[in-house]
């Protein structure tokens, strides 16, 4: 086997501080924190000797090691590196019975293995599977043994790998998992599509980064007076190499070697630049030996033994001689028992480059002929790499097969971005082939359908849609007629799914053309017999009626969707036309109705396993649960959904995103917020995408109510999202403005509601029930300032504020009667806000009355705890100031009690400063055990480290911050505990009993 080799493990010099890094790193993975690292530096440097050193630590170390390379060239093939890492681990009992379980992984092995057997329809989901199945097989190794993940040369890495690096640093929490990637720096162009990976990575707060720099020159020197032993070079001699190499310990090697070869003896005679030193080596050997390595170089870092020999064109025993002395030479080494691999990477570009044109096709058309044969065609990967080997000999007509070949095994890979690729190469070359249609075994519509859903899994849309349109355009025209093959269903589904992707692009426009689109697309279908597609061409225009708020018709649309899917015998698309009847019903306010419908089509989309269906259904079944008020059975519906999300890889798929948010929403309501802080500690807080911001955004529900620091760093990573998507904006100002008024800033409070508002503000119809919860806040903030200005006297002010606070009811009422859909049920929650908003608007207006505020929690319903306890207080402060003392002070005690259960810092010390201002209730006083009540669980972690004596830069590593991040959690710890020094701190946690528990995590 020819491979690009590893380097070889002669003693390492001069990387003793990146060593240590790495090494921490295995520390960390060790004790289940999982952390990348990015090896970068210039070739030849030393990544490869770094990271094998590092590799054969930690198998010392008992961990298990996953070790894989990309190729040059290998762009193409999906999951080389991955490919490359199980292959080299399956013999481990271990990594096998791992592999077993997951076909979709095994697909990646020479022996194959079931693929996941995804209908393109339900699609977007085969990748994500396979990132789950990577993610789940990691998992499982690191149960057993720490693992480390090794894969080597990024910067040749193909799109799904790039994408499958960024999952796994992201999605590795506290698993055992180290996972290590290299590349080069001095290939790393501007546009190299690794590039903003790297950026995105560096992010990451479990990544760090390791640029090797060049070596010294006394590394160098000790490192070639090793390689020389036993033969002694002169100082001189070592100083020039070491002067020329700078650094480079390829170079310096090369150079070495040239030296003592004497062929070179001349100094003056050494080529310059490490590309013409390696070809002078080469020189050097006799013609066959030159032959041969002209073949492994164009046979790339993959081919065979067997394959560099036939397209050597050598018979046996010329072939091994030169193979010798390619070996004695030490340009290629034995690998394993399968052949020789090529001393270095560079080696072979070298000799890649030195290639003439002719020779180049000629060898790379010798490929394809080897290639060609259906054994080796067998084998994952090698439809890729024949393709590129056509490309490159001008076969058209075998470039073109290969490539719709390539492109359909990387589609059952779960590489959609590979298959787009692939398929998109075979369109480009369509009409420079004979019979295409009888070649591909497609039609050309049929081919541009699947290069469009594949651009449309791998993440853009909006290609797809582009090409869709095309591809749509092109099938109305003459031309068109004989491309489609006269085949009505695939014309449907060229429609379909255009109407489909028009819809994922959330904006008006697109949202008519789809909904026009999916229209022309049911009536050109044909309805007898009942087939799928046009079961699924309605299913569809139902979904864009919707989306449209058409409702009678959508209904209408969606029963026929659901007669024509069962006679058709497709139970998945039953089930999605259920999930859009359910919705339905959900609009017109038929929530019983809803739920039973909702429950019906996930019951039906597990039972048809349609993962992407079955998101859709726990999502708006949680979603009707959470509106009336059922929170516990939301949650677990919710909860069901976001374990099936992870399972399968899809947390940050559509529906997948909302279930998990929505678990949260049940949690924070239902006031187990120690769940729900679990759950909201979980949405990343340095966000590098929309999906993640809308997260984050959620996550600020529970950060404002118990006033963490978290808040200020939340905003300031989904700020630049705030642009992109309008309904992050929303949630986020509307919990900012409550930010704000907790800490007494209404101008803020109010500026940031009133965006707030004007984001759920849609003309012609006026506001969304959405906006009473801003209006209420920034109501909250009109009274405080009325009542401000009325306890000095200033009635100009209180009455312009008042007036004020009028226009915010107005708006919140507009909200709740929701002009634009009128047969809206507004929940206890819309209830309750709106109670708010009116609560407020008697407070400002100097009339506090206690009915208003009991009106509040009878809307919400005991239910809310947290609403709850926030409206008690309010109602405390109003009975206190109508006199009714003891009844303030029932309500106080209630709200405390709350506040102090939850952890809710702000509304805790707006009761206290009621307490002393009326004179009800007792500031907080700390009994046992309730010190660190109002403590987050996170610092809580923070506090046991700084019992155990940990420094803020060792707390910091341990829990993955940044020191400046520890030290804002101690203070705020010492804060919180009244505590003068770290060592009181730790004696309360003693004296508290927090000490003598084991970690938490
Ligand atoms: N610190 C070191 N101590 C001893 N030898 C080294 C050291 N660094 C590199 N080498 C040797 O230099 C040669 C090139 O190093 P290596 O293959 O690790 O480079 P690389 O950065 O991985 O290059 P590429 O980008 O081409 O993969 C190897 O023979 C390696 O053993
Ligand atoms: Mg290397």
């Known amino acids: 086997m020819v491979m690009v080799m590893r380097a070889p493990a002669g003693r390492m010099v001069g990387r003793d501080e990146e060593l240590g890094r790495l090494l921490t790193l295995l520390d960390d993975a060790g004790a289940g924190r999982a952390v990348a690292a990015l090896v970068s530096g210039d070739a030849g440097v030393g990544k490869s000797r770094l990271v094998s050193e590092v590799t054969r630590l930690a198998d010392g170390r008992g961990f298990t090691v996953l070790s894989g390379q990309c190729a040059e060239l290998g762009d193409s093939v999906p999951y080389l590196p991955l490919a490359d890492a199980l292959r080299g681990a399956a013999q481990s009992t271990g990594v096998r019975d791992a592999l077993s379980s997951r076909p979709a992984l095994g697909r990646l092995l020479p022996e194959g293995g079931e693929g996941p057997t995804i209908d393109s329809d339900r699609s977007g989901l085969a990748r994500q599977q396979m990132f789950g199945g990577v993610l789940g097989l990691l998992a499982e190794l690191a149960a057993a043994a720490p693992v480390l993940l090794v894969l080597e040369d990024l910067h040749w890495a193909d799109g799904s790998t790039r994408d499958l690096v960024t999952f796994l640093s992201r999605m590795l929490h506290r698993e055992r998992v180290a996972l290590i990637g290299t590349y080069r720096t001095d290939d790393l162009h501007r546009r190299h599509p690794l590039r903003p990976v790297v950026a995105e990575l560096q992010r990451l707060p479990g990544v760090i980064s390791v640029d090797l720099a060049p070596l010294g020159p006394s590394a160098l020197a000790e490192h070639l007076m090793a390689v020389a032993a036993p033969v002694r070079i002169d100082a001189a001699e070592l100083n020039d190499i070491v002067t020329r190499a700078e650094g480079n310990a390829y170079y310096a090697e090369e150079l070495l070697a040239a030296s003592l070869s004497g062929d070179l003896a001349d100094h003056g005679t050494l080529p310059a630049g490490l590309a013409a030193l390696l070809l002078s080596r080469v020189e050097q050997l006799s013609d066959t030996t030159q032959q041969v390595l002209r073949a492994a170089a164009v046979a790339g870092s993959r081919a065979d033994d067997e394959l560099v020999r036939a397209a050597s064109g050598l018979q046996a025993a010329e072939y091994e001689g030169a193979v010798r002395e390619a070996v004695t030479h030490q340009l290629l080494v034995p690998y394993g028992t399968e052949g020789y691999v090529f001393r270095h990477a560079l080696l072979r570009e070298a000799v890649y480059a030195d290639l003439l044109p002719g020779e180049r096709t000629r060898l790379h058309a010798t490929m394809c ?156 279908t044909p309805a007898e017999p009942p087939t799928w597609q046009h079961a699924r061409a309605i299913a569809t225009y139902a979904y864009a009626l919707l989306a449209e708020d058409s409702y009678g018709a959508a ?258 009422r507009e909200g709740a009667a929701y002009a634009k859909r009128p047969k809206f049920i507004l929940g206890p929650e819309g209830h309750g806000w709106l109670a708010r908003a009116e609560a407020e608007y008697c407070r400002a207006s100097g009339d506090n009355d206690p009915q208003a505020w009991q009106a509040v929690l009878d809307a919400f319903g005991p239910a809310y705890t947290y609403e709850t306890a926030r409206t008690q207080w309010r109602l405390a402060e ?64 923070v506090l046991r480290l700084i019992a155990a004596g940990r420094s803020n830069r060792e707390i910091a590593s341990v829990l993955f911050i940044a020191p400046k991040t520890a030290s804002v959690h101690v203070s705020n710890i010492l804060g919180k505990l009244g505590a003068a020094s770290r060592t009181e701190a730790a004696a309360i946690a003693y004296r508290e009993g927090l000490t003598s528990q084991p970690s938490a995590r």
């Open 369 to 524: 002929s080897l290639l060609s044969d259906e054994q080796r065609l067998a084998l994952p990967g090698t439809a890729a790499e024949l393709a590129q080997h056509c490309l490159a000999s001008h076969d058209i007509p075998g470039a073109f097969a290969a490539s719709v070949r390539a492109g359909e095994e990387a589609e059952q890979l779960g590489a959609p971005a590979e298959a787009h690729r692939h398929y998109d190469q075979a369109l480009a070359l369509w009409e420079r082939v004979a019979e295409p249609e009888k070649t591909a075994g497609l039609a050309r519509g049929k081919l541009g359908l699947l290069s469009a859903t594949n651009s449309a899994d791998s993440g853009d849309i909006e290609h797809a849609v582009h090409l869709l349109r095309r591809l749509r355009h092109l099938l109305t025209t003459q031309a068109g007629q004989a491309a489609g093959g006269q085949d009505a269903n695939l014309v449907s589904r060229i429609g379909e799914r255009l109407a489909f992707y028009l819809m994922l692009m959330d904006d008006n426009k697109a949202i008519a053309e789809a909904v026009e689109v999916a229209r022309a697309t049911v009536d050109a």
């Open 878 to 941: 109003a009975l206190a100031q109508a006199g009714r003392r003891d009844e303030a002070a029932e309500q106080w005690r209630r709200a405390a009690h709350t506040a102090d259960k939850l952890g809710a810092r702000p509304l805790r010390r707006a009761l206290d400063d009621l307490a002393r201002r009326a004179r009800i209730g007792a500031a907080q006083e700390h009994g046992d055990g309730e010190v660190l009540a109002a403590l987050t669980s996170r610092e809580r972690e």
């Open 555 to 812: 209904r209408e649309w969606a029963e026929r969707g659901l007669t024509v899917a069962r006679a058709a015998g497709a139970p998945w698309v039953q089930a999605d036309a259920l999930v859009t009847m359910g919705f339905l019903r959900n609009r017109e306010g038929r929530n019983d109705e809803a739920i039973e419908l909702l429950t019906a089509a996930h019951t039906q989309a597990r039972e048809a396993k349609v993962l992407g269906v079955e998101l859709r259904a726990a999502y708006h079944l949680a979603r009707a649960h959470l509106e009336r008020g059922d929170l516990s059975i939301g949650a677990a519906v919710a909860h069901e959904g976001t374990k099936r999300a992870n399972q399968t890889g899809l947390n940050l798929a559509p529906y997948g995103l909302d279930v998990q948010h929505l678990h949260f929403q049940c949690h924070f309501a239902d006031g187990t917020w120690d769940h729900a802080q679990e759950i909201a500690d979980g949405f990343p807080i340095r966000v590098t995408s929309a999906p993640e911001a809308y997260l984050s955004s959620m996550a600020l529900f529970i950060d404002v109510a118990r006033g963490l620091p978290a808040v200020a760093e939340r905003r300031a990573w989904i700020e630049p999202f705030w642009s992109v998507r309008g309904f992050d904006a929303f949630i986020a100002r509307g919990l900012l403005a409550e930010d704000a008024l907790w800490r007494g800033d209404t101008d803020q409070a109010l500026a940031e509601a009133a965006i707030a508002i004007e984001l759920s503000h849609e003309p012609p119809w006026g506001y969304y029930p959405s906006t009473i919860r801003p209006a209420a806040v920034a109501l909250s903030a009109r009274a405080d300032r009325a009542v401000q200005a009325r306890a000095t006297g200033d009635d100009d002010t209180a009455s312009a504020e008042l007036a004020a606070a009028g226009e915010l009811r107005q708006i919140a």
